[in-house]
């Protein structure tokens, strides 16, 4: 398999934030937020999509009816 020197990289880079939290989720995620926050940066927040699935497709035809047509 081709090893990309580039994703090796993000991987390691990756591994390493993740390790400096202890691999604590919720402390890396407050940490993203605190980063976030201090960027000074617009955050947009789109309002939800309304009618929408969480099933896929497939899922959603197997659940419904024959319709009389």
Known sequence: MLQDE???EIHRIREEYSRSFNHDLK????DLLH???QSGREV???S???????????????DEKPTQG
Do not use: C, G, Y
Not at 27 to 30: D, G, L, T, V
Not at 48 to 62: F, Y
């Open 6 to 8: 580039i994703v090796e």
């Open 27 to 30: 402390a890396i995620f407050a």
């Open 35 to 37: 980063q976030q926050a």
């Open 44 to 46: 947009v927040r789109l």
């Open 48 to 62: 939800p999509k309304r009618d929408t699935k969480r099933w896929s497709r497939r899922a959603r035809d197997l």
